[in-house]
Nanobody
């Protein structure tokens, strides 16, 4: 599946952003979807994920309560609503897809994801 992210930008601390990821190429409903981020000099970390059915979501502790992941099957898209942004949220954000799996423990494991977008930069100033 091909993935294209959009919606990144430069914002101030406390602001909100909504990232979008458009999927194409294969049946969207067969994929679990995730968001990951990578800051300069750091590893790519898990942010949030949503199961293929939309019934399960999972968040990193650092974003829980501030970020919300959702998906729209009609639009073949997944979203990341980011509220109360902090400077430490600054990173390149990547959308990723993995073939659906009923083991929700795998949602946060980046090695399970085979398809990745090109990333979108999010910069939060203090």
């Amino acid at each position: 599946v091909q993935l294209v992210e959009s919606g990144g930008g430069l914002v101030q601390a406390g602001d909100s952003l909504r990232l979008s990821c458009a999927a194409s190429g294969r049946t969207f409903s067969t994929f679990d979807m995730g968001w990951f981020r990578q800051a300069p000099g750091k590893e790519r970390d898990f942010v949030a994920a949503i199961s293929w059915s939309g019934s399960s979501t999972y968040y990193a502790d650092s974003v829980k309560g501030r970020f919300t992941i959702s998906r729209d099957g009609a639009k073949n898209a997944v979203y990341l609503q980011m509220n109360s942004l902090k400077p430490e949220d600054t990173a390149v954000y990547y959308c990723a897809a993995k073939f659906r799996d009923y083991d929700v423990r795998k949602l946060a494991d980046k090695t399970q994801y085979g398809d990745w977008g090109q990333g979108t930069q999010v910069t939060v100033s203090s």
